[in-house]
């Protein structure tokens, strides 16, 4: 290889390089991703109304959609409305797992959470990511992202079991932090699902590309 050559491919691994450097690693980065069939994808809604009257999938895109007053997922249960992917077959202890997804939320849904993962020691869920008037928040809590509406964004959320560490990605670049709320069986989850207070009457969000990824 002549000197020209060398030249050439010094100055490629060097460009290379530094746009890895600058652009940082993905968050899916050594995990594999897990095959996702329609099996995978449960959904749950209001228990009295057919499912199209809370629940699409065209070209590549789920919109999810749900009222104050709808009823819950089933009808012994006293829990707050919902629509929602509810992940079967998915379910985990152990590990290191991902949940990567594209979502939009319109401008006026305020108060449901859009993604979680259910599952605690003592809690029914070990993290909520929520939206406040276009915020996003952990519960009702600590300000993640401002500016959500009305835009596609992804979303990676991590949680390392046995580290007891979740972590969250917006867009590639990592948000926020926390501690799990202890050992139990976990499972993610995708959608709309209204607290119990501080809500808009319509919820909605809609989710493409998603992918659930282990190691």
């Given at each position: 290889?002549?000197?020209?050559?060398?030249?050439?491919?010094?100055?490629?691994?060097?460009?290379?390089?530094?746009?890895?450097?600058l652009c940082g690693a993905d968050p899916t980065d050594g995990f594999t991703e897990v095959p996702l069939t329609a099996a995978n994808f449960e959904?749950?809604?209001?228990?009295?109304?057919?499912?199209?009257?809370?629940?699409?999938?065209?070209?590549?895109?789920?919109?999810?959609?749900?009222?104050?007053?709808?009823?819950?997922?089933?009808?012994?249960?006293?829990?707050?409305?919902?629509?929602?992917?509810?992940?079967?077959?998915?379910?985990?202890?152990?590990?290191?797992?991902?949940?990567?997804?594209?979502?939009?939320?319109?401008?006026?849904?305020?108060?449901?959470?859009?993604?979680?993962?259910?599952?605690?020691?003592?809690?029914?869920?070990?993290?909520?990511?929520?939206?406040?008037?276009?915020?996003?928040?952990?519960?009702?809590?600590?300000?993640?992202?401002?500016?959500?509406?009305?835009?596609?964004?992804?979303?990676?959320?991590?949680?390392?079991?046995?580290?007891?560490?979740?972590?969250?990605?917006?867009?590639?670049?990592?948000?926020?932090?926390?501690?799990?709320?202890?050992?139990?069986?976990?499972?993610?989850?995708?959608?709309?699902?209204?607290?119990?207070s501080d809500i808009s009457y319509y919820m909605e969000s809609r989710w493409r590309d998603i992918k659930i990824y282990k190691k």
């Amino acid at each position: 290889m002549g000197f020209l050559n060398c030249y050439v491919l010094f100055l490629t691994v060097l460009v290379v390089f530094n746009i890895s450097l600058l652009c940082g690693a993905d968050p899916t980065d050594g995990f594999t991703e897990v095959p996702l069939t329609a099996a995978n994808f449960e959904i749950q809604r209001p228990y009295n109304v057919p499912l199209e009257e809370r629940y699409s999938f065209e070209n590549g895109v789920r919109r999810l959609w749900v009222f104050a007053d709808d009823k819950p997922h089933n009808p012994s249960s006293h829990t707050q409305p919902r629509t929602e992917v509810r992940f079967h077959g998915l379910d985990y202890s152990s590990g290191v797992w991902q949940f990567e997804g594209y979502g939009f939320v319109p401008n006026g849904t305020t108060g449901p959470s859009i993604v979680q993962i259910h599952g605690a020691a003592h809690d029914p869920s070990t993290i909520i990511l929520r939206i406040y008037d276009g915020d996003m928040r952990y519960y009702s809590g600590d300000l993640i992202a401002t500016n959500m509406y009305d835009k596609w964004f992804r979303v990676n959320l991590i949680h390392d079991v046995d580290g007891g560490k979740v972590t969250v990605f917006l867009d590639g670049v990592q948000k926020f932090e926390t501690n799990d709320r202890g050992l139990a069986q976990f499972y993610f989850k995708c959608g709309v699902y209204a607290a119990l207070s501080d809500i808009s009457y319509y919820m909605e969000s809609r989710w493409r590309d998603i992918k659930i990824y282990k190691k």
